[in-house]
């Protein structure tokens, strides 16, 4: 049986449109890349929330193929991200393979049977149509499934309430009084500035984040004119970049003790922004720095200072029309709630019906304990490879630098079974 194509992409963000770039790069041309939605970009595409960016140098958070000596800040906003990925797609042929507006709904694996020289895919699209492959390819990511907070009332709220991820940007926040509640590496960029224009913003914070001071600075001509004069003095930076992430990877995971240096500079950077003892109290996180993800920002801590933006620890036991209500009694009242609460990566990874060899699906596969040869690969799903997969997303280190990595080994894994097909 001949498959419909050698490869199929599903998602074209980082992930889905590398693959589909590293394909092209390597001259396969047997392949298609199917996206649900009407434009390509995944997390750059449905996060567009005031403040949105990278928290990776930029030299880094791109392809190593492709360099951009155009950024204009060492840490890129929301749309030249977005602007990049729909320039890769472009310079290197692949936009006319991708199928939009019509995602892979169900997928199953098929063994060969009479006649059949391969196993094979077999997949079901959003509008009800069939296709077939040899490989599966899955560049979904964790970040596409926005996690609402289980919170008692949420919908008896009398205003609007939104994700950091679905932004509504016809809300006008001038003069209204906002609950933001999470304190994660979108939260820290929106409080900021959302706190400019609001009469109130209270932040209802479950657990402190440690923030770094962002060592960011904007990208000056002569600069760019060397990226694209001696593309080997962008390479350099990228590689300094890279040895300096690596470099905190030692203490994080090695030796915990040399985390002390970084929660000094934590500590100093918030002692210069909030000279309030009782509310550095309340942002001082109570655990070891690389416990959680290490946030970057120069303007958190600073917001958290202004008079009309409150930090609120206590838990939330509801939400009533007016506003939320916390352990201690007291009613915050809000106009608007936004829900920084991140993004349910089960479900994102799970997305779909995706089942195996006799018929196991993925979800019952996971349902004990999420895991995959090197983050990419499971027995039982053969010829099956998710990119961005489970333990890829390490607290320390650019994603796009992963994916690549992980493009890599598909390419490898393909390489080894030609043979055999």
């Given at each position: 049986?001949?498959?419909?194509?050698?490869?199929?992409?599903?998602?074209?963000?980082?992930?889905?449109?590398?693959?589909?770039?590293?394909?092209?790069?390597?001259?396969?041309?047997?392949?298609?890349?199917?996206?649900?939605?009407?434009?390509?970009?995944?997390?750059?595409?449905?996060?567009?929330?005031?403040?949105?960016?990278?928290?990776?140098?930029?030299?880094?958070?791109?392809?190593?193929?492709?360099?951009?000596?155009?950024?204009?800040?060492?840490?890129?906003?929301?749309?030249?991200?977005?602007?990049?990925?729909?320039?890769?797609?472009?310079?290197?042929?692949?936009?006319?393979?991708?199928?939009?507006?019509?995602?892979?709904?169900?997928?199953?694996?098929?063994?060969?049977?009479?006649?059949?020289?391969?196993?094979?895919?077999?997949?079901?699209?959003?509008?009800?149509?069939?296709?077939?492959?040899?490989?599966?390819?899955?560049?979904?990511?964790?970040?596409?499934?926005?996690?609402?907070?289980?919170?008692?009332?949420?919908?008896?709220?009398?205003?609007?309430?939104m994700h950091s991820a679905a932004w509504d940007h016809s809300v006008d926040l001038a003069g209204k009084r906002v609950a933001v509640i999470g304190t994660?590496?979108?939260?820290?960029?929106?409080?900021?500035?959302?706190?400019?224009?609001?009469?109130?913003?209270?932040?209802?914070?479950?657990?402190?984040?440690?923030v770094m001071p962002r060592l960011d600075f904007k990208i000056r001509p002569w600069m760019k004119t060397l990226f694209r004069r001696l593309p080997i003095a962008q390479r350099a930076l990228r590689g300094l970049?890279?040895?300096?992430?690596?470099?905190?990877?030692?203490?994080?995971?090695?030796?915990?003790?040399?985390?002390?240096?970084?929660?000094?500079?934590?500590?100093?950077?918030?002692?210069?922004?909030?000279?309030?003892?009782?509310?550095?109290?309340?942002?001082?996180?109570?655990?070891?720095?690389?416990?959680?993800?290490?946030?970057?920002?120069?303007?958190?801590?600073?917001?958290?200072?202004?008079?009309?933006?409150?930090?609120?620890?206590?838990?939330?036991?509801?939400?009533?029309?007016?506003?939320?209500?916390?352990?201690?009694?007291?009613?915050?009242?809000?106009?608007?709630?936004?829900?920084?609460?991140?993004?349910?990566?089960?479900?994102?990874?799970?997305?779909?019906?995706?089942?195996?060899?006799?018929?196991?699906?993925?979800?019952?596969?996971?349902?004990?304990?999420?895991?995959?040869?090197?983050?990419?690969?499971?027995?039982?799903?053969?010829?099956?490879?998710?990119?961005?997969?489970?333990?890829?997303?390490?607290?320390?280190?650019?994603?796009?630098?992963?994916?690549?990595?992980?493009?890599?080994?598909?390419?490898?894994?393909?390489?080894?079974?030609?043979?055999?097909?």
């Amino acid at each position: 049986m001949k498959t419909d194509h050698e490869v199929a992409v599903i998602g074209t963000g980082f992930a889905g449109l590398g693959m589909a770039i590293g394909l092209e790069r390597e001259g396969e041309r047997d392949y298609a890349v199917y996206e649900r939605a009407d434009s390509l970009g995944g997390t750059w595409r449905d996060n567009h929330y005031p403040g949105c960016g990278c928290d990776i140098p930029t030299p880094l958070y791109s392809f190593s193929f492709a360099p951009n000596p155009e950024w204009s800040y060492l840490y890129a906003r929301h749309d030249e991200i977005r602007a990049y990925l729909e320039r890769c797609a472009d310079e290197f042929g692949v936009r006319d393979r991708i199928t939009f507006g019509n995602g892979v709904g169900t997928a199953a694996w098929h063994d060969a049977g009479p006649g059949e020289a391969a196993g094979h895919w077999r997949l079901t699209l959003d509008d009800g149509t069939t296709r077939t492959a040899r490989v599966l390819v899955a560049g979904i990511g964790g970040l596409n499934r926005p996690s609402l907070p289980d919170i008692e009332g949420l919908e008896d709220f009398g205003g609007p309430i939104m994700h950091s991820a679905a932004w509504d940007h016809s809300v006008d926040l001038a003069g209204k009084r906002v609950a933001v509640i999470g304190t994660g590496a979108s939260a820290i960029q929106l409080i900021p500035e959302i706190a400019a224009e609001t009469a109130h913003v209270d932040v209802f914070q479950r657990t402190a984040p440690w923030v770094m001071p962002r060592l960011d600075f904007k990208i000056r001509p002569w600069m760019k004119t060397l990226f694209r004069r001696l593309p080997i003095a962008q390479r350099a930076l990228r590689g300094l970049i890279w040895s300096l992430q690596e470099t905190v990877a030692v203490p994080l995971t090695k030796q915990p003790k040399l985390t002390k240096p970084l929660e000094w500079v934590g500590r100093a950077h918030m002692r210069r922004a909030i000279s309030d003892r009782e509310l550095r109290r309340r942002v001082t996180p109570g655990y070891s720095v690389g416990c959680k993800r290490i946030l970057p920002s120069n303007s958190y801590y600073p917001a958290l200072a202004r008079n009309d933006v409150d930090v609120v620890s206590d838990p939330i036991t509801r939400i009533t029309r007016a506003g939320i209500e916390t352990a201690t009694g007291e009613l915050r009242e809000a106009d608007v709630i936004v829900c920084a609460t991140g993004f349910d990566i089960r479900e994102a990874l799970e997305q779909g019906e995706v089942k195996g060899r006799g018929g196991v699906a993925l979800g019952a596969r996971w349902a004990e304990r999420i895991e995959a040869h090197r983050g990419t690969m499971m027995s039982g799903f053969p010829n099956l490879f998710i990119l961005s997969g489970p333990n890829t997303g390490t607290g320390n280190m650019s994603q796009v630098f992963m994916i690549e990595s992980q493009i890599n080994f598909v390419q490898k894994a393909r390489e080894a079974t030609a043979e055999e097909v």
